[in-house]
């Protein structure tokens, strides 16, 4: 009885093998091609809107919504100028998330933004109307520019920082 069993296992790891071999050898023809990628979010199929939070004080929270018919990515961070500024505002460069988010059509990113100094030390502070976000397209970081509008009241300084885009507007919210 025992030598049967011994067969049996033999028997049972020899197929074992074979079917392993066999699968082997068949896995490279069977793997697909590299997977292509999600292409960057663009102005084109998306919508960016500012709104006011009541926590952290001196925030505002920007949304990116896929409003396209296939997934994007929302590159990055965006790359914000308030009214006229010909700079670029500042990023929180510990925001940065594991991975990029990738949108579904009709889902959202969130990036924070820090509008000024909640003690006043930060020098220049103005009153903002409108917001330039530029998205990140991956190859041409900017490349696009959308003017938002602001809400009213918007008071920002030299210390404004925005971060990278968030997948919940809890994390965008945390710097």
């Known amino acids: ?10 028997l049972l ?9 066999g699968t082997s050898e068949a896995a490279p023809a069977a793997r697909p091609h590299a997977a292509s990628k999600t292409a960057a979010c663009s102005a084109a199929h998306t919508k960016l809107t500012v709104q006011n939070v009541s926590r952290p004080i001196n925030h ?33 460069e510990d925001s940065k998330p594991q991975a990029v988010v990738t949108l579904a059509p009709g ?3 969130y990036a924070g933004i820090a509008l000024s100094a909640a003690d006043g030390s930060a020098g220049h502070g103005r009153w903002a109307r409108t917001l330039r976000v530029g998205l990140d397209g991956g190859s041409d970081p900017a490349g ?5 509008p602001l809400p009213a ?6 210390s404004a920082a925005v971060t990278y885009w968030q997948a919940d507007p809890a994390d965008a919210l945390v710097w």
């Open 153 to 158: 009241g918007t008071w920002i300084d030299d």
């Open 1 to 10: 009885m025992r030598t049967s069993r011994l067969a049996a296992s033999a």
């Open 144 to 148: 696009e520019v959308v003017n938002v």
């Open 107 to 109: 889902e959202s990113a």
């Open 60 to 92: 505002q929270l920007l949304t990116l919504t896929n409003t396209g018919s296939t997934k994007c990515d929302a590159v990055a961070h965006p790359y914000l100028g308030f009214g006229n500024d010909q700079s670029v505002t500042s990023v929180v």
């Open 13 to 21: 790891a020899v197929t074992t093998l074979a079917l392993a071999a």
